[in-house]
């Protein structure tokens, strides 16, 4: 079973910069797709941005050149670099693992982590 641990999230004003970290346990992780969510107030949780094993990336219009996702398969940890922050990207952020890309893209899982809250002030 995956665990997955979320860390970074914070206070930050708008403009501003946070990089949000995400610690996955068991041995599929060089294998698998990660993806990073987000799920604001009284919304959906969306995908942010998904990286394949080998680092194909993707990401949601609203982030895109604002966003990077990458990861360090030797510490099984996947990365969101957040630049130029808005407050419209206040949210609680996820991340999550599959070997099945798609599923990764269309957030298809029955377990989350605990996320970390991002909070951009204007």
């Known amino acids: 079973q995956v665990q997955l641990v979320e860390s970074g999230g914070g206070l930050v004003q708008a403009g501003g910069s946070l990089r949000l970290s995400c610690v996955v346990s068991g041995s599929i992780f060089s294998i698998a797709a990660m993806g990073w969510y987000r799920q604001a107030p009284g919304k959906q949780r969306e995908l942010v941005a998904a990286?394949?094993?080998?680092?194909?990336?993707d990401y949601v219009d609203s982030v895109k050149d604002r966003f990077t996702i990458s990861r360090d398969n030797a510490k099984k940890t996947v990365f969101l670099q957040m630049n130029s922050l808005k407050p419209e990207d206040t949210a609680v952020y996820y991340c999550?693992?599959?070997?099945?890309?798609?599923?990764?893209?269309?957030?298809?899982?029955?377990?989350w982590g605990q996320g970390t809250q991002v909070t951009v002030s204007s």
């Open positions: 999550n693992a599959d070997l099945n890309y798609e599923v990764v893209k269309r957030a298809r899982f029955g377990s």
């Open positions: 990286i394949t094993s080998f680092g194909r990336t």
